[in-house]
Every structure is written in structure tokens, then in C-alpha cells.
């Protein structure tokens, strides 16, 4: 099975060739870390010494890195003084940039390809005694590989999307075979433990922990966050549009210049999901003759603009903090949606678009107390000419108090990691045995 999934793998990689050369060429896409994924070991990555035990964490993306940040942190408290290191994998440069701010250039780098000859180097020099994968990270080689050297696995904040969901049962023999390399699945939710035992997970391995993002806190204050609020006029209406995607920024401009007729002094605070459309989005905005500022152009003058552009990344979360009303994007386009925990956790009345269904559970907290406010393109303008009163206020105190209520999968999390990693080898292989 594995030969042809690899031999599979190869012929995928040179029929979508030119797509990947295109989006390295013109975008700079997938560049960055190539001979990583290739499988040659970066020199600043160390190998695990004799009297060390190594935790590899996988996070694929920037939002997966954010929402596994608190669990690594709480697991080098934990176990740093017994000798235990952490190293850190993504996938995407946004994900590489923050887990090296955040964890060190040396305990991170980029995922290997998922072939053998990749794999393997990773594996012998590292040596892992723990493999945590964030979410739906099934890769057929890397588990296998990892599972025979007598790595201990385990997928944290898992779940099955709506888009995966049905592709994955297609496929339910094979990737039931693949998924007895886990040994333990901790959850987001009831659906996503019954969808796992649905494509092949074994139910004795699945427990529900809850979302790690819910434990994830933004900054109180950062040093743009006190240039902003000093730059702000006090009674200006703050809009902040966070995580926008393609086709999506023009039709909230739009919307927005129609606002301004109403709310003449009115901020709108644009920040794209994806770094490389930052000078596309700029170009828009000159086009539809908005006056703006980037942020990386910005030199912490009164903000007199119309548009803020937050060109940057790591730096939108705290931002939610100075909106009077939020929208999270990837919604109003069929793109799946982004997470609204950000503006939550500050109380701030939030609106999406319908199209959500990437996070459809924590949608759906948010939605059962009115915690969450959807709207859609064609109501788009008289929707945003409300957003700014005040019936929408008490919308965004429950939306605090659903943040708050949800807390504490991290602790769960850990309590789970450390029962697999301190089980004796021979009641893991019984356990094993029993379940398959």
C-alpha cells in the first residue's frame, strides 16, 4: 500500500509541476525551505543527545501554530528540567515565521515531503519519544515511519472538516490501516470523535479534549496596539476586517465607503489572510479612491485615513481589541471562514459571512447564546450601516462570556499527552493489540 501511495505522491508532484513553479515564481510560494522538506537537515537543528527526550510538534499553518502555542508552552514548563526538548514543524512560511518568534530558530523548521528518503533523516537524528500532530495532519509515510521507530503519536485539537469529511470515507480501508499508527486522538468535539471512528479510527483511541483555541489569549498590549489608540480619535467607530481573502476586501470596501457617508470620521481596519495579496489589496484601495495607510508605511501620524492596511504578520489578534464592530473573513466567499475567538475574547460584536463551515463547531456555540452575527454579500451595506450602534454591544459581552466558558483544553490536552508518554512500552504494544 505504501509503494503505491508513494509512487502515487510522485506522479501527483509532476502533473501539478507548472502550478508549483508558477506560485514559486511569481509568488514566492513554497520556496523558502525546500532543501528542509527534501529531507536535509537544517545545521542550526541539532541532533537529540544521548541523555535527551525529543517532542516533535507538527503545525501545518499560521493559525495551527497560534492555537498549539499554549501546549507547547505548558509542556516546556512541564518537562524542559527532566531533559525533554521541543521541536517545531510547519508547512507554510506564515507558520514558519511565527513558530521561530516564538520558539527559536533552532527548535524549528520546515515539514519534510512526505517520502521516505525525506522522512528519515528527521527521524534518526531527532529521535523523537513523542509526535504531536495538530488537527488532520495524516501522512502516510511520516506515521509510519515515526510509529516503527517507537515513537509515541498523538493528534491534539482534531477534527474532520465538512470539505474532508467525505473523501475521507471513500477511503476508509486504507486510511484505517494508516491511522493505527496514532495511538490517541484528542478531539475538538463529539462530531469530530464520531467522524474519526467513521474513517477508521479506532474508538478506544478517541477522546474529546475540546478546542485549544479557546485557551489561546492575544496580547493585552503591544507597542502598534499603543500607537493606534494614541492615533485614534476617541470617538471614531473602529471597523476591524481581519482574515480577508480574494474577492472579498473589495466588497467590504465598498460597503464601507457607503458607511462613510453615515459615520464620516469611521476607521476600517483591513487585515488580508495572505501576506503575498498585501500590495494587491493596496493597489484596490488606491483604484476605489479610499485614502489609506500600510502599516509598514506608517509612522504613527494621526490616523486622519480612511483605511488602515495591516500589512504585517502576527499582529491582527490585539488589534480586535480597538474595533467597535468586527468582521472575520473567508466567510462572505466560499473559503470555509476563519476563527472568531480573537475579537471574542475582547467582547467585541462579531459578524461572519455564511460560508463558516471550517469552523463550524465553534460557530455553533457562538450562534446557540447570539453570540455571533451572519450576514452575506447581498445584505452586506445595510448590514455594515448598523454595525456601529448599540444594540450590537450585548451581541459582543456574550460573546466573552461563551470564550470564557469554553476554556481549559490545553490542561486536558496535557493530562492526555503525559498518560501516552509515560505508558510502558509493553502495555502500549497490549493495548495496541487489543484495538486492532
Known sequence: MYFLYSA??????????PYWLVQATKKGKYRAGLNERLGRVPSRVRPTRPDENCIWVHAVSLGEVIAVSKLITSLQSRFAAQGWRILV????????????????????????????FAVRPYIRLLRPKLVILAETEFWPNFLRIAHTSSARIAVVNARISDRSYPRYQ????????????????LAQSQQDRHRLSAIGADPARIQVTGNLKFDVVAPDETPLLRQLRAAIAPTSPVLVCGSTVEDEEALLVAAFKNLRQQHPDALLILAPRHPERFSAVAQMLTECGLPFVRRTEWNGAPLQNAVFLLDSIGELASIYSLATAAFVGGSLVPRGGHNILEPAQFGKPIFVGPYTENFRDIISIFQRENAVHVITASDLNSQMLSMFEPQWQ??????????????????????????????PSTIKQRYQQVTR
Open 394 to 423: 450585548a451581541m459582543g459581552q456574550c460573546a466573552l462570556e461563551v470564550f470564557r466558558a469554553q476554556s481549559g483544553a490545553t490542561q486536558r490536552t496535557q493530562d492526555a499527552l503525559e498518560v501516552l508518554m509515560w505508558m
Open 170 to 185: 471513500r477511503l476508509r480501508a486504507p486510511l484505517a490501516n494508516i491511522l493505527r499508527n496514532v495511538d490517541i486522538f
Open 8 to 17: 502515487g505522491l510522485v506522479l501527483a508532484l509532476l502533473l501539478t509541476l
Open 89 to 116: 514543524t510547519t508547512t507554510t512560511a506564515t507558520g514558519q515565521k511565527l513558530a521561530r518568534e516564538k520558539f527559536g530558530d533552532s527548535n524549528v523548521f520546515y515539514f519534510p515531503l512526505d517520502f521516505a
